[in-house]
């Protein structure tokens, strides 16, 4: 028999789907504006991407920060979030969103009901998995040397790594990589990076080998990885390098799941946003990466704001009387924490 969802009978004054940077700013800003907030995350632990996927990596468009690893920045967002005690709801996955009259929402996932006077979705780009090359002779070596993200930049000091992508997480990866590892190659398909002007400048006056036009083919060894065959997609030229570890810094596939079944306005897998950040449905907002507009930039930075934005939206909405600009400053004092 399936277990029964719970039910939380209580009424938040704002639920925010997503615990990543934008999610964790909002709810640090709901507490701000003394608001009662449930947060709920498909993820096991609070952080979004910046824990789940690349927690090693640095950060270096944070405001205040000249370059910050992502865990750290992870973690300084989560206790400032955690100030004002929100409810977290971990490891459940939102399914269904119903709207019962004009200020009141019931929420139900995997797990529970959930029921909220107003909704800020902030699920990044969805639930993620890497894009993989689809040769089995590489994948089979996949956690025991071919890897798609680093959790653990000690794991390759003196180790012959080899990178695979254009992106900024290939030349970060690279970047941080370079100085603890025996070697860095990095691989590119084409000769035009997609990564941060300033960071591919850096690159370039690494000590880390890059390859342009150049592909995997393969990678060679018996239990873990010993060398890399790959060629030159102009030329068709192979080239045999060594190597104890491959990184595929290929990107991710992204999929809003069951929140594109909302009614809510799309484009592409983006939810449509006007200026307060509110979506088609009055009282159901949407801040950071999976918001879009006219001009949008995704950025943490930009995420952030935007979930601030929303937050002092959704105040409004439910009481009208509200101020919209926040009456707290750095002379005025932040609310009593609750």
């Not at 190659?185 to 990076?193: A, C, E, G, S």
């Not at 080239?239 to 079944?261: M, Q, R, S, W, Y």
């Not at 929303?310 to 609310?335: E, H, W």
């Amino acid at each position: 028999m399936a277990e029964a969802l719970r039910e939380d009978s209580q009424v938040y004054d704002i639920t925010i789907i997503g615990g990543g940077p934008a999610g964790l700013f909002g709810a640090f800003y709901a507490g701000m504006r003394q608001m009662s907030t449930k947060i709920i995350d498909a993820l096991s632990q609070l952080g979004g991407q910046l824990t789940a996927l690349y927690p090693e990596k640095f950060i270096y468009d944070m405001p205040g920060f000249p370059k910050v690893r992502a865990s750290e920045l992870a973690q300084r967002l989560i206790e400032q979030a955690m100030q004002f005690h929100p409810t977290v709801c971990l490891n459940e996955t939102a399914l269904k969103l119903e709207r019962l009259d004009e200020k009141l929402f019931r929420l139900t996932t995997s797990k529970g009901v959930h029921y909220s006077r107003t909704v800020l979705i902030c699920a990044g780009l969805g639930a993620f998995s890497p894009r993989r090359l689809g040769k089995p002779e590489v994948e089979r070596f996949e956690g025991k040397g071919v890897y798609y993200t680093v959790t653990d930049v000690d794991a390759f000091a003196g180790k012959r790594v080899l990178i695979v992508g254009g992106g900024d997480s290939a030349v970060d990866w690279a970047l941080t990589l370079e100085p603890i590892a025996a070697k860095v190659t990095l691989i590119h398909r084409r000769d035009q990076f997609r990564a941060h002007e300033h960071s591919v400048e850096q690159l370039m006056q690494s000590r880390v080998e890059v390859r342009v036009f150049h592909e995997l083919e393969t990678v060679l060894g018996n239990e873990y990885p010993e060398a890399a065959v790959i060629f030159h997609n102009k030329t068709g030229e192979k080239t045999t390098i060594p190597v104890d570890a491959v990184i595929l810094a290929l990107g991710f596939t992204t999929n809003l799941g069951p929140i594109k079944e909302w009614g809510l306005e799309m484009e592409g897998n983006d939810i449509k946003v006007d200026q307060r950040m509110m979506t088609n449905i009055p009282g159901v907002f949407a801040a950071g990466d999976v918001a879009t507009y006219p001009g949008k930039i995704k950025l943490i930075a930009t995420g952030v704001a935007e979930a601030a934005v929303a937050v002092n939206q959704a105040k409004v909405f439910i009481d009208p009387t509200a101020r919209l600009q926040p009456a707290f400053s750095t002379t005025v004092g932040v609310p009593t924490q609750r």
